[in-house]
């Protein structure tokens, strides 16, 4: 499995799968999933709203899967990363969750390559130097027969930086 690290739109890369820091309605919001609703259309919500008519949207730490839309990539995998509570909440492990039931949605759908945001640092408040040792350890860890490249793309410097260092 290749790892790759890019800093840029996570809606301009071409994968088979994108993954969107959503929300747990999983109707849109700021940040990444904001952006990716907007460039990737109607469509994404279209197709997110029969996922929370069918079972209520996606709880922190899972994960769903939608078409694109508009969007390079085939699918779009949506995680909900956890609010940062000072570690209180269990949030690691939530994190990690993120990650692992992204790669298993992938696997699932025979998508052989996927693009990860750095999912809770924003608004989330999840620090940074934490989220990336987990992303990273989590999907280092991985074992896959299907899923041949994984990239991180970075919108931040901050970010960057912080993974271009556990790269190396």
Not at 21 to 50: F, M, Q, R, W
Request: hydrophobic share 35%; charged share 25%; aromatic share 8%.
């Amino acid at each position: 499995m290749k790892i790759e690290l890019l800093k840029g739109d996570i809606t301009k890369i071409k994968v088979d799968a994108i993954v969107n820091a959503a929300n747990t309605s999983l109707l849109g919001g700021g940040g990444v999933d904001g952006a990716i609703h907007k460039a990737g259309g109607p469509k994404i919500l279209e197709e997110c709203y029969t996922i929370r008519n069918k079972q209520g949207g996606c709880k922190v730490g899972e994960a769903v899967i939608t078409n694109a839309g508009n969007l390079s990539a085939e699918k779009i995998i949506h995680t909900v990363g956890p609010r940062w509570n000072n570690g209180n909440s269990n949030e690691e492990e939530k994190l990690r969750s993120c990650y692992i039931e992204c790669l298993k949605l992938a696997e699932a759908n025979n998508l052989t390559s996927i693009a990860f945001p750095n999912i809770s640092t924003g608004i989330y408040g999840f620090p940074k130097d934490k989220a990336a040792k987990i992303a990273f350890e989590t999907v280092t860890q991985w074992k896959s027969e299907t899923i041949k490249n994984i990239i991180f793309v970075c919108f931040d410097d901050e970010n960057y930086s912080l993974y271009k260092n556990l790269l190396q």
